[in-house]
């Protein structure tokens, strides 16, 4: 009896010492990114929270060989798991082999990988479900133009997956009875940035271009776009813009009056999540290929109770 209760307590040990110093390694595609600092900031301070373990991050700076480079890095160094934030989602097959290879478990965060229908053993995939993120931004500019007038749509970068599905969000929704009486009159990529949607807007200002809204495919275009009508003396009652993502300064500019719409996607709860993936691979538990984490539609109407619950 006595060598069971100790065989007991020596197993419990292992397990509490398997656990206790276990290193992840993060790629990010940028640290300039305000919601990919939104959620490497939410990570790391998860990973404050757990005894015994480290992040190693990474900035990537949109360069997809530097970021393959870290990966190579973070196996060479024995990392017990990686998490990746994809510059290019097309990329992510020779990721996925790499982590595969050596036996070390990889979750990709917010931006899906190309692969995510063949990812390997001890590989997932947590972020939000793009299909809802652009649908009900969408729907939501509809209702505010009563489903007539011109818009403008400001992509991300066209190798991210996000901004094409966003797109595609678009284009659906417009195309739906209640919104076919909106044309698209321009549609160009901002590459997520706050300062080349201030440019691509004053340019389509200066080509004098009409539109009664911008469709963007996330917060920083936006309020880029609502930067260069202000400096345009263009009345912001007298155009709809809609973002993605709800960052601090999209909630303060829709405070102000400027922005219509954002949606909420949790940064903070992706790197959450990512971690928590990660581990569990890492410990040899099972892990869902997919983890989703929901949008929430923020508007003026709601913006208080959004502010006050979050």
């Not at 100790?6 to 993060?26: F, P, R, Y």
């Not at 020779?94 to 899906?112: F, H, T, W």
């Not at 993936?277 to 989703?292: C, P």
Request: hydrophobic share 45%; proline share 2%; aromatic share 4%.
């Amino acid at each position: 009896m006595k060598r069971m209760i100790m065989g007991a307590a020596l197993a419990v040990m292992m397990s509490t010492a398997a656990h206790a110093a276990e290193t992840v390694g993060v790629s990010m595609a940028l640290f300039d990114d305000n919601f990919l600092t939104v959620l490497r900031n939410g990570m790391q301070d998860y990973a404050k929270t757990l005894d015994g373990v480290t992040l190693q991050v990474e900035d990537a700076q949109n360069d997809v060989a530097k970021q393959q480079s870290q990966i190579q890095n973070f196996i060479a160094a024995g990392v017990n798991a990686i998490i990746v934030n994809p510059v290019d989602t097309d990329a992510t097959a020779a990721m996925s082999k790499l982590a595969a290879d050596a036996g070390i478990p990889l979750v990709y965060v917010n931006r899906e990988p190309s692969n995510i229908d063949s990812l390997p053993e001890k590989q997932a995939f947590v972020a939000s479900n793009e299909v809802e993120s652009g649908t009900l931004e969408t729907q939501e500019v509809c209702k505010l133009l009563g489903g007539k007038g011109k818009a403008v749509v400001m992509m991300g970068e066209l190798s991210n997956q996000a901004a094409r599905m966003r797109t595609k969000d678009v284009h659906d929704v417009l195309a739906t009875d209640a919104c076919k009486g909106i044309e698209i009159v321009e549609e160009q990529t901002a590459n997520w940035s706050r300062t080349q949607g201030a440019d691509l807007v004053t340019n389509w200002l200066s080509a004098g271009l009409e539109f009664d809204a911008v469709i963007a495919n996330n917060d920083e275009m936006a309020i880029g776009a609502i930067q260069a009508l202000k400096a345009a003396g263009r009345s912001m009652d007298s155009v709809v813009i809609g973002g993605v993502d709800a960052t601090q300064d999209a909630l303060a500019s829709m405070a102000e009056g400027d922005l219509d719409v954002t949606v909420f996607q949790n940064a903070a709860g992706q790197g959450k999540g990512s971690l928590d993936a990660a581990l569990k691979l890492a410990r040899g538990e099972t892990v869902d290929k997919k983890v989703y984490i929901p949008f929430e539609l923020v508007t003026p109407a709601n913006l208080k109770d959004y502010q006050a619950k979050n």
